[in-house]
């Protein structure tokens, strides 16, 4: 069966063509179809914006801002004290940044009732593995099993924290060498 040209004819045998209204009618379903999915963009985007900014003036969201702001500020001003603070042989500023990176890995805040304080840590010792020496510290646990903060001292000097269920050689082997 002849078309006209310029016409399209689809598998079903059945022929389009140009400005017929089947395609003005395709037009018009797929410039709605991008109206409407620029318009739920859009519109998703201000219902979050307005969300958020709703949340930001909750009182408790306000409340957990100031606490955050003051415990920021708390962690740049006290000192906290622990016995093990000046024993472990590594630098000072190093020993006192362990509480504060434990607190920020676990979302604990300093001003906050029950979070982690560097006199909760028990140092375990340095212990000399095959990369690096590494301090260990015992972290109180709230889930029952042990939890280990520690600190690789790189021979560049070149430092690495962590934290885990990686033990130290003594805990793990039934032995090992302090250093």
């Known amino acids: 069966m002849p078309t006209e040209q310029g016409s399209q004819t689809y598998p079903s045998g059945r022929t389009l063509c140009p400005g017929s209204p089947s395609e003005k009618r395709m ?43 003051r415990s920021y500020a708390a962690e740049e001003t006290l000192t906290e004290e622990a016995d093990w603070f000046g024993t472990t042989g590594l630098d000072d500023d190093l020993e006192r940044e362990l509480p504060k990176y434990l607190r920020r890995e676990s979302g604990e805040l300093l001003l906050e009732e029950g979070s982690l304080k560097a006199s909760d840590l028990k140092y375990l010792g340095a212990f000399e593995e095959p990369d690096a020496t590494v301090h260990y510290w015992l972290v109180p646990s709230h889930h029952g099993e042990p939890t280990y903060a520690y600190i690789e001292i790189h021979g560049s000097g070149q430092s690495c924290t962590g934290w885990g269920g990686r033990e130290p050689p003594a805990h793990a082997s039934g032995g090992g060498n302090a250093a």
């Open 27 to 69: 037009l018009y379903f797929f410039l709605i179809l991008a109206i409407a999915l620029a318009a739920l963009f859009l519109g998703r985007r201000a219902i979050f914006r307005f969300l958020f900014e709703r949340l930001q003036r909750h009182p408790e969201y306000v409340a957990r801002m100031a606490l955050v702001e």
